[in-house]
């Protein structure tokens, strides 16, 4: 079956400073990776994704992610963070049965001090 | 770009009432919009997969007659909680596709359900 972890529930980085969100994925054949933002009161805002090609992806607000297969990792970077990046991030893969139909990540809560 | 609206966003009933929570694609045709249920801090747990003019498919533990859902056209689902009980309380997220191939897809904003 389809998982997806994100070891990091919580995390906190000071403005500026660079940051590494961990995702890994089980998946039997090529996956489709994504990468979510939740900030309160708004819907889940697509950051970036993998289908395809490049494993380097490089998506919204300066982010990130590099797909290794040999790790089965899809880890999503920024190099410098912002205030405003301070919210809820998800790691998805899309299932079988459809690309749509995505598994989620438990989530990494993103702190930003100062 | 495309929008999906939600409504209510959030709702308080009693318990054994029903709730319906809506699920539109405001500037797209859905053929398939996901309905998903998020406890507090933790992910989102697909519930059910709904296309329009057919039955919905519902994800293994979830009960499909405690969850009804319509997807009479394709710009509208709807999520209805039967006989709401203090554990349904939780965040309820629908999310839109526009075809059923490798698209992008498109989130509300989600609607609260607390159960008294």
């Known amino acids: 079956a389809q998982s997806v972890t994100q070891p990091d529930i919580h995390i906190t980085v000071s403005e500026g400073a660079s940051l590494e969100l961990r995702c890994n994925y089980s998946y039997g054949a090529t996956p489709y990776l994504f990468w979510y933002v939740q900030s309160p009161g708004q819907g889940l805002q697509l950051l970036l994704k993998?289908?395809?090609?490049?494993?380097l992806v490089q998506g919204i607000k300066g982010f990130e992610a590099e797909f290794k297969r040999s790790q089965s990792s899809f880890n999503l970077r920024k190099p410098s963070v912002h205030w405003s990046d301070a919210a809820e991030y998800f790691c998805?893969?899309?299932?079988?049965?459809?690309?749509?139909?995505?598994?989620f990540g438990a989530g990494t809560r993103l702190a930003v001090h100062p | 770009g495309a929008v999906v609206s939600q409504h209510p966003s959030w709702v308080i009933c009693k318990s054994g009432t029903s709730v319906k929570i809506e699920c539109r694609s405001l500037d797209f045709q859905a053929t398939t919009m996901f309905w998903y249920r998020q406890f507090p801090k933790q992910s989102l747990m697909l519930m059910a997969t709904?296309?329009?003019?057919?039955?919905?498919?519902?994800e293994q533990g979830v009960e499909k007659d405690k969850f009804l859902i319509n997807h009479a056209s394709l710009t509208l689902s709807t999520l209805t909680v039967t006989s709401a009980h203090p554990e349904d309380s939780s965040f309820y997220i629908c999310s839109a596709s526009q075809d059923s191939g490798a698209n992008v897809l498109t989130f509300g904003a989600g609607s609260r359900l607390t159960v008294l």
């Open positions: 998805a893969v899309g299932a079988a049965g459809g690309y749509n139909k995505l598994i």
């Open positions: 993998y289908f395809s090609g490049d494993t």
């Open positions: 709904s296309n329009e003019g057919s039955k919905a498919t519902y």
